[in-house]
């Protein structure tokens, strides 16, 4: 097995190669690529053009998988997500024609413009990675990810996604407008052609594969598990939570932190690791209070407070104290 090093350089090639289209979100880029190596899904949600779907394909580039894009509108039918079985006449039979969810990185492109029904379609999927169409089970590629894009929900044309289904995502990431001189430097870059067409292959899928299952052997402290479970615990007894973080949740923020510690070249988690995830990978699954709605309290607000009430573990690995 590689060493956490060589894990964290293969990891930070990657990182670079995607910041060469995706200028000044170097910590957007790094959160997309720590759900990535933990398997899991993302949905960024911002307003339009600010580089959600080219983030998405820059990374299906960057790490050699195959990719497939599917336009959510509202009348997209379940069937053009997962396939249909079509009779064959020459032989007799059905046959099953696998829909753009057969592919190892789907970018499910504005989800809250399609319906609820259609929405749906992604859960099983997104769970349990296999689809299941007219009573026959197909299992998805591996290594299998959703990288949704998602408009504000103040936009005209839209649907809220169910909480069943923000629930699956393992990081919810916003990009926001980038600054002067970035902008500026967007502009130079594509003066001739898009930057994506030059865009380099870093690793294979079969490396990524390799470097999901180390991660999970990154060393979390005891103190630190109680530290996440705290957290989580603490969204489902605050007075403006109607709906607090999932179990779903605190194990996100578990396989994340292990990931981030990856990435920085650590073999075990700290608190600092916890504490920069649990904003991208909990807010969207905390529902707040209508009276706190009403004064205007997020739930990255509570979530602040949060981090600021439950106490911080002093982790002891290898006999000494994190510092």
């Given amino acids: 097995m590689r060493s956490v090093q060589d894990l964290a350089t293969s990891v930070q090639r990657v990182i670079n190669n995607v910041e060469k289209v ?7 880029v790094a959160f997309s690529l720590i759900a990535v190596i933990c398997n899991g899904h ?3 949600e911002d307003v339009p053009g600010v580089g959600k779907t080219v983030l998405t394909k820059a990374i299906a580039r960057s790490i050699g998988c195959s990719f497939k894009r599917i336009q959510f ?3 997209l039918l379940p069937s053009d997500v997962t396939g249909v079985s079509i009779y064959n006449q020459k032989t007799g039979n059905f046959e099953f024609r696998a829909g753009p969810i057969m592919s190892q990185i789907v970018l499910a492109d504005e989800i809250n413009r399609a319906t609820p029904k259609t929405q749906s379609a992604l859960l099983e999927a997104m769970e349990e990675t296999q689809i299941t169409v007219d009573g026959a089970t197909y299992r998805l590629p591996e290594p299998f990810m959703v990288m949704a894009t998602q408009n504000p929900i103040e936009y005209e044309g839209t649907f809220p996604l169910p909480e069943a289904q923000l629930d699956r995502f393992m990081m919810n990431i916003k990009l926001g407008y980038p600054n002067v001189s970035d902008e500026m430097n967007i502009l130079d870059t594509h003066q001739f052609h ?3 067409d030059d865009l380099e292959q870093i690793m294979v899928a079969e490396e990524l594969v390799l470097i999901q299952k180390q991660v999970r052997s990154i060393h979390v402290d005891p103190s630190i598990r109680e530290y996440i479970v705290a957290i989580a615990n603490a969204t489902r007894n605050h007075n403006n939570i109607y709906l607090g973080s ?3 949740g605190s194990l996100a923020l578990y396989r994340t932190s292990q990931a981030l510690a990856a990435i920085r070249g650590r073999g075990y988690v700290i608190p600092d690791d916890v504490k920069l995830l649990t904003k991208p990978t909990l807010a969207h699954r905390i529902i707040v209070t209508p009276a ?8 990255t607000a509570v979530l602040d407070e949060i981090l600021q009430s439950v106490p911080v573990p002093g982790a002891w ?3 000494g104290k994190v510092r």
Avoid at 22 to 28: D, L, R
Avoid at 292 to 299: D, K, L
């Fill in 246 to 248: 999932s179990p779903r």
């Fill in 22 to 28: 995706i200028v000044g979100k170097a910590e957007s």
């Fill in 317 to 319: 690995v290898g006999g």
């Fill in 292 to 299: 706190a709605r009403v004064r205007a309290i997020t739930s």
């Fill in 194 to 196: 898009h930057p994506l």
């Fill in 73 to 75: 509108t509202p009348d």
């Fill in 42 to 44: 993302v949905l960024i």
